[in-house]
């Protein structure tokens, strides 16, 4: 039961941001197309996109389904299930007209620069907190340094 309330904490927290930075992208892009409102509709699809986002993110970067994989290979691994998720959104959903050659290529570099964008965003936390801990790391050997 206890792994069960982590997940869930964890989960959420995920979720939260993934379902900030997936409204985020949709409203500079609608801004940038002009558009002012959002329907209803668009808000549940773009919640289920991001709870079906973060399910992928819990099992490619969480260390509970995936124990050992090198980061960059899961990087990789993580980004073919995402494609294939936001295309069928894109489908399912109307976002993208089908027989729209342009829209679509306009669609997957827009992907790709985001995607590349909220994996340096993520680059630069883990490397700011890395480097808070390593401080207190070292605050700390120098407070027993101290003491023996």
Known sequence: ???FFQ???EFKSWLSLCFTATM???LTISWI???RNVEISTL???MFLAIAVTL???VFFSGWVIKKMRYSLRLILFTLPILALITACAVCFGWVPVGNIGAWVTFYVIFLVCFVLICAGFEFCFWVTGKKYDGLL???RENQEKRS
């Open 7 to 9: 997940f869930v904490v």
């Open 44 to 46: 549940f699809q773009i």
């Open 33 to 35: 197309a002009g558009r």
């Open 24 to 26: 985020f992208i949709y």
């Open 56 to 58: 992928l993110q819990f």
């Open 1 to 3: 039961m206890k792994k």
């Open 138 to 140: 070292g605050q700390y």
